[in-house]
């Protein structure tokens, strides 16, 4: 969240000591816990969308038999562009391999993330290529119960969620090696 206060000169102190005792007094995000995790091992929900990027609209039957890995992200926000490059490793990766879906839900957390032609310069000039759907009601991100950009989903061949990774995801670090192992996982078990 940004906090910005706008001091205009006909602004008087005790206003904007009000002002700043509002703002400091308001409750800060709760720490991420056991308690508001992402639930594994429930079935994933039906991923919702009008506008699709790089793909048409995929439906269940689209990702059923599949391991699907879901990105939650926004083209402006910095730890999702952080994390683009192993997004783009793991399309690279899997992308021939007919077992394996990529799908990028873009949330918005800015007015200009909400506009379907940003979305889509950015998705263009940012050089994702895996299918990627608008959310810029939060329906996707409700019904995932997501809080966090960037976020990975990891769904199972039957649909079921069998993994979360919360936050960058880089390539050759231990977070990476996880994903990937946890993938390949999937990839093995019957559909």
Same mark, same amino acid.
């Given at each position: ?15 904007? %000591? ?20 992402? %639930?594994? %091992? ?13 793909? &048409? ?10 391991? =699907? ?19 783009? %490793? ?25 506009? =379907? ?55 050759? =670090?231990?977070?990476? &090696? ?6 390949? =996982?999937?990839?093995?078990? &019957?559909?």
């Amino acid at each position: 969240m940004r906090w910005m206060i706008r001091t205009p000169s006909n602004l008087t102190a005790g206003a904007l %000591a009000g002002a700043l005792l509002l703002a400091v007094a308001a409750p800060a995000p709760a720490a991420y816990g056991a308690d508001d995790a992402p %639930a594994v %091992a429930r079935k994933a929900p039906r991923i919702w969308g009008a506008h699709w990027f790089n793909s &048409k609209p995929l439906m269940p039957a689209d990702l059923a038999g599949r391991v =699907t890995i879901v990105e939650f992200w926004a083209f402006e926000c910095i730890n999702c562009r952080r994390t683009l490059p192993a997004m783009r %490793a793991l399309y690279e990766r899997y992308r021939a391999d007919s077992s394996v879906v990529i799908v990028g839900i873009h949330t918005p957390e800015l007015p200009i993330e909400r506009d =379907t032609e940003a979305v889509h310069r950015a998705v263009d000039s940012l050089g994702v290529r895996y299918p990627v759907v608008l959310d810029p009601g939060y329906v996707n991100w409700r019904a995932f119960d997501n809080q966090y950009w960037p976020a990975l989903y990891l769904i199972d061949r039957h649909g079921v969620i069998r993994d979360v990774h919360i936050g960058e995801l880089h390539e050759g =670090t231990d977070a990476w &090696k996880s994903v990937l192992e946890r993938i390949e =996982t999937l990839r093995r078990e &019957k559909a």
